[in-house]
């Protein structure tokens, strides 16, 4: 009878913890898939995401999924390689990074931080990309209401038991202990010797960023600094990109579009990648928010030239122009961030992105007289 009674205790704990995983874990793994679903399903031929979108869940989500393999984008991590034998052709980029694999089928790109949250490089190509700018790009550029740059979250990661068990080869090779802490040691294209990042507290801090799938490079970018500024033949069609139907063209909007978001970002890395949608997606913003005192036009090269913007761009950015609106909007949005309890950008990076606005605007303004003259 004891025994009996041992046995329907043992039924009835195995019950409950079977209810407790029903209620909560699954529906927690279905949630995550539903977010990345609707993540994928938003985009249209214009955006990334629709105005309405709930993209808080997405950032959230990229903070809080499960890390189920984890690799080092780089054409010397052998696993990668096998595992995703299509991303043979990625640009893998300048600096280290981290492919993650996130519970429910996505993937994330992991910038470690490499500076304290004070350092402002002087040019865009010095050292290591920056996980703040990528950060701060995707809030500026919801806030324009550009809606391209891939959402990005910052992200605290526990290196012994989130990375550790599910790490590639290669990116132990990369890793050591110190102490209680882990360290990375890499280098980088614009590097003379290598750095090393610890965990603080056993956490690696970073940026993730949404992993947009089936991107395709531009063939050419008009407005590109190797391009002549002088050179028209880019605003000679609406539409730019390539003269094979592969990659897809975009609106030369879109291009002008993200001038605007190099000019107020002072970023001079930017990569022409269309989505399968056939829009630009503003995508690797790592180098963004560089020196906060140089405003540099060069940027502008597409406005400046095409002298084209859409109307309701430019009816926005006269808004956010208005009682330092897009500083402080921006400076809010980021505030909320998972790793917003330190600045993410400093006053005089806002103060920069202000400036520069009145810059673009009064681009604009020239521009709509002349074409009104003509």
Known sequence: MRLLRRLDLMKGVVFVITLWY????????????????????????????????????VTVALTEARIEKVFVLSPEDIELRVVFPKLRNLDFGTTYKWLLCLEGDQMAIFKPKWYDRD?????WSDGFELHTSE????????????????????????????????????????????????????????????????????????????????????????????SSASNRKGCDNLWFGGSLPEPPLAPL????????????????????????????????????????????????????????M??????????????????????ESLQNDAIGSLPILSEEHLAAVQRRLQRVLQIARKCALEVKSN
């Open 22 to 57: 029903l209620l909560t874990v699954s529906k927690h793994q279905e949630k995550i898939e539903d977010i990345w679903n609707a993540a994928k399903s938003t985009a249209d031929e214009h955006y990334l995401y629709s105005e309405d979108f709930e993209w808080r869940k």
């Open 119 to 123: 350092y402002s490089p002087q040019f």
């Open 135 to 226: 950060i701060a790009s995707f809030h500026l550029d919801r806030i324009l209401g550009f809606r391209r740059v891939p959402f990005a979250s910052g992200r605290l990661i526990n290196f012994r038991s989130e990375i550790l068990p599910v790490a590639s080869r290669y990116l132990l090779e990369t890793s050591f202990a110190k102490g209680s802490e882990w360290c990375l040691s890499a280098t980088c294209y614009f590097c003379t010797e290598p750095l090393i990042t610890c965990s603080t507290g056993g956490l690696i801090e970073g940026a993730a960023s949404y992993f947009v799938d089936g991107l395709s490079d531009a063939r050419h970018d008009p407005f590109s600094l190797s």
């Open 253 to 308: 909007e879109q291009r002008v579009e993200l001038s605007v978001l190099d000019f107020l970002t002072n970023h001079f890395d930017s990569k022409l990648y269309f989505h399968k949608k056939g829009f630009l997606v503003y995508a690797d913003r790592g180098r963004s928010f560089t020196d906060s005192y140089v405003d540099d036009d060069t940027n502008l090269a597409a406005l400046k030239i095409c002298c084209r």
């Open 310 to 331: 859409p109307f309701q761009t430019k009816r926005r950015l006269e808004k956010l122009s208005t009682e330092n609106q897009l500083n402080r909007l921006l400076k």
